[in-house]
C-alpha cells in the first residue's frame, strides 16, 4: 500500500532495523547531495546504503560528516545565506544516517526531516522549483519495502 502521509511514512520508517533505516535514510540524501558537494557527505552517504557496514567503518565516516557538519555551521554564520543553510541541512541529514543508534529515535525519520528542510531553504533563497519532498520520500520508501 501507498504511504499517503507522514503518519504512515513515520510508521514504516519505525518497522526498519537501523541497517535498513540507514539505507534508506541515504536515499532521502542522495536527492539533495548537490547541495552540499562535500565528499566527506558522499563517503558517508555511501557507507550507509551497506547493509554489512562495520562499527568502525561507521565511526569513521560518522566522524568525518559531523567535521563537515559543524565546518558547513561555521560558513553559515559567516555569510548567512539560504543556499549554505541547505548545505548545514544536508551535512545535518548526511550525520543522521552514520550516527550512533540512540534508543526511542529514528534515524531515517531525521534525516528525512533535515533533508525537507534543505529543500525549503533553497526555496527561501529564490530557487523555487515544485519539490515534493514528502511525496518522494513516501515514493522512496515505498519502492525500498517492496525490493
Not at 16 to 22: C, E, I, K, N, T
Not at 33 to 54: E, G, Q, T, V, Y
Not at 92 to 118: F, H, I, T, Y
Request: proline content about 1%; some cysteine; overall charge negative.
Amino acid at each position: 500500500m501507498a504511504t499517503t502521509n507522514d503518519k504512515e511514512f513515520r510508521t514504516k520508517l519505525a518497522t526498519l532495523s537501523v541497517s535498513q533505516q540507514r539505507q534508506v535514510a541515504a536515499l532521502f540524501v542522495q536527492r539533495v547531495f548537490a547541495l552540499s558537494n562535500d565528499a566527506r557527505i558522499k563517503a558517508a552517504l555511501d557507507m550507509a546504503k551497506r547493509a554489512d557496514i562495520s562499527d568502525a567503518e561507521l565511526a569513521v565516516v560518522s566522524q568525518a560528516a559531523n567535521t563537515a557538519r559543524v565546518e558547513s555551521y561555521a560558513q553559515c554564520g559567516r555569510d548567512s545565506d539560504w543556499t549554505t543553510q541547505a548545505g548545514l541541512f544536508v551535512a545535518k541529514a548526511a550525520v543522521s544516517c552514520v550516527g550512533p543508534e540512540v534508543e526511542g529515535e529514528n534515524l531515517a525519520w531525521d534525516a528525512a526531516m533535515q533533508v525537507r528542510v534543505a529543500r525549503t531553504c533553497m526555496a527561501a533563497s529564490g530557487d523555487v522549483t515544485d519539490h515534493k519532498e514528502a511525496e518522494a520520500q513516501y515514493a522512496i520508501l515505498d519502492n525500498f519495502l517492496n525490493t
